[in-house]
């Protein structure tokens, strides 16, 4: 119980005392970070079915929550990687830099601005329970970037990489295997997750010394953005398929 009140304790807003704070022991657990996503998406959830209003608002808000409950912490961390990504010159300077550049601001603004789009047509289209999906995913992910980043040399964030490994991905998939229940595609999607995991802390790796808390919090929006994007992708090529065998 004290490793998963210390997840809650750093991921959540909820005030919860943890005796022995460790950033060592989030790592070495850190398939247990699933348990958030499940939190994540119960609130996600619960919340698109009590806000009886317009999809797109009710999409906004619930992304609001969901960011406000996790403090803004994955939110900060895609402002600070489109920074990164952006620069020309020392791309871990911009990372690291407190201000947030045009780089971070476009990244923080289209990738939320698709993640909510996405969660309005899942409202519209009665599709909620993808939502539910999305946000264990994005843990999924995370654990993905944290098994195959390198530590980077500095920042608190290297203390879950160092500690994260291949054993921790392989629970983290077991963890998330429930979801095939609701939805046989989320098969794909898991698959979908663990690269971007991957892609993220390859690019971490080679272009910004490593993986930190930053890049970590990035993969968990960016993940959003992406699996919703081919949820709906698939979706209307189903429908278009359907569509074009039905008219002979």
């Not at 944290?146 to 490994?165: E, L, M, W």
Request: glycine residues 8%; contains cysteine; charged residues 10%.
């Amino acid at each position: 119980m004290r490793i998963i009140k210390l997840f809650f304790s750093f991921f959540t807003r909820i005030p919860i005392n943890v005796e022995n704070f460790s950033l060592e022991d989030i790592g070495k657990n850190f398939h247990l970070v699933i348990f958030i996503g499940y939190f994540f998406g119960v609130i996600g959830y619960i919340f698109v079915k009590l806000l009886c209003i317009y999809p797109l608002l009710s999409s906004t808000i619930t992304i609001f929550i969901i960011e406000y409950l996790n403090s803004f912490q994955h939110f900060d961390g895609l402002l600070d990687f489109g920074d990164a990504w952006m620069s020309f010159n020392n791309k871990l300077d911009a990372l690291k830099d407190k201000y947030i550049g045009v780089g971070g601001f476009a990244f923080g603004f289209f990738i939320t601005l698709i993640s909510i789009i996405s969660y309005s047509y899942f409202i519209t289209n009665s599709l909620i329970y993808y939502i539910f999906i999305i946000e264990v995913l994005n843990k999924l992910s995370m654990i993905s970037c944290a098994t195959f980043g390198n530590p980077q040399p500095s920042g608190s964030g290297r203390y879950i990489v160092k500690n994260c490994s291949l054993k921790n991905l392989m629970y983290g998939l077991i963890l998330v295997l429930p979801l095939i229940l609701i939805n046989k595609e989320v098969i794909f999607l898991i698959i979908c997750s663990v690269i971007v995991g991957y892609i993220l802390s390859r690019y971490a790796n080679k272009n910004l010394s490593g993986v930190n808390g930053d890049i970590l919090g990035a993969s968990n929006e960016i993940n959003r953005a992406v699996i919703s994007f081919l949820i709906i992708f698939s979706n209307n090529i189903y429908i278009d398929v359907l569509t074009f065998f039905n008219s002979f």
